[in-house]
């Protein structure tokens, strides 16, 4: 009775609305304000109606001796039984016996008494078959239980027989308690709301009530529906997320759609393929985030944003394409001479490790920051150290060997006696050596010739430079010791 006063309120609606008149018992929908609240079991309201009735005495009395089910605790349901029949049989002989003055009363009597034509009778205050069902087993089964409820359902359906829709056949498969068939008629019948359904398979399915049982689509019916609502869910700009919860919750087949699905999902930004790479590693789906993250590469390097398509090409850990994105990168330094938005490489830690080409970025940046910073001594080791691993690409060495010039003695004369020589004779010694390297291998281009005799002169300068020092070093001491 509860969920009828919850779901059609209309009738203390109704008698707000009449006891605003000034003359209750003149309002049009007077007897039909008491029908529909006896036909809701609210006794009370009912009772204080009725008073103002010429026959009000009467009909209180009987109402005020109604036992009601919940006022009976402590007795057993036995006892309430027989107190029930013993009441509404009194009902039924005074209802013979009495002289009511108004035909409605007589109504209210009969209603009391269970009488089912005066229920067809005030079939419209009802307003449905499911809620004058319910009040007419208030008045004839009140202790009726769910597992009968479905036969006096359909007596009742018989009476609106030409207002029912197909929701009067889902109310009536679920008072059967078929699962399955309930499912399948709200699946035709709400073809466009995959909510609905899928969460009263959930409900089903946790209540143990759903057959489990694999279907011609290679699941059970309840990850169907949720596949189909998460299907929905996965395509829109708000609830993405939630849709790959959902498919999580398939175990048969949620993967396999999310396959299909996750690179469907449209990534119109960077915080929004972000949000999506991070779900996917949240569920451990790997390789469709791995996707995602290949993706989003390649479109920052097609917009040449080279610095977006590493950060995402590590988030993917694509050993071939960091690779060559760092070799882009340094091409672009040898045409352009600097860098830009490389900033993330301080962070990168031992992710620098994946790649020797982004080992070598990252190196490489360090030695320019080096400069920046007047660390000319280290600079200088990691120089050679870089020169000497061939970590970088082999055309890159000659860039790496002018680099070396701003840190040589490079004045011309093996006699001067400063001090800014920050590589000493084995360093320079290498830097030789890999340039000849470069020449035999032919990795030198012809418009390279002047950078080459710029470099080797310096070197062997500086080379001369730090064999002379050594020697005018060794001679005063030699002076001093005589």
Known sequence: MELMKWHFPQPVEMLDDVLSFEEPMEHPKFWDCIVALLFQGQIEEAKSMIKITPDGNELNTFLEKMP?????????LSEFKISWSMWQENCKQNLESVNFVLDQSVDVMEILCGKLETFQ?????GQTWYSLMTSYLLYTMPTVTVATLHHHAKDMMGLYKDFLTPLDEILLSAMEFDAHTVLTQCIAQFKNNWWLVAHLADVLHHAKQLDSTELQYGCSLREYVLLQYASELVFCDEFWSIGIDYFMECKKLGKSYLDTA????????QNKALRVWSACEKHGLTDIGSNV??????????????????????????LVNVTNISEKILDNYIETGGFSNLDFLDQLGSNKLLSNRLMFLGKYREFHSMIKSQQHKKAADLLVSLVESNLGPPSFQITLLLDS???????GDPSSTSDQVFMNSYQTQTLLKALEDMQIKSLLKESDAQKVETIRLALVTNLASSFFKRTLVRTEIENDHF
């Open 121 to 125: 009778k005030y079939k419209e205050v």
């Open 405 to 411: 010039l701003p840190l040589i003695d490079d004045s």
């Open 262 to 269: 996750v690179p469907r999902i449209p990534l119109e930004n």
């Open 68 to 76: 009601l089910l919940q006022n009976f605790g402590g007795h057993s």
């Open 293 to 318: 993250c290949r993706v989003m590469s390649s479109n920052a390097k097609q917009q040449n944003k080279l610095g977006l398509a590493l950060i995402w090409s590590l988030r993917a850990k694509d």
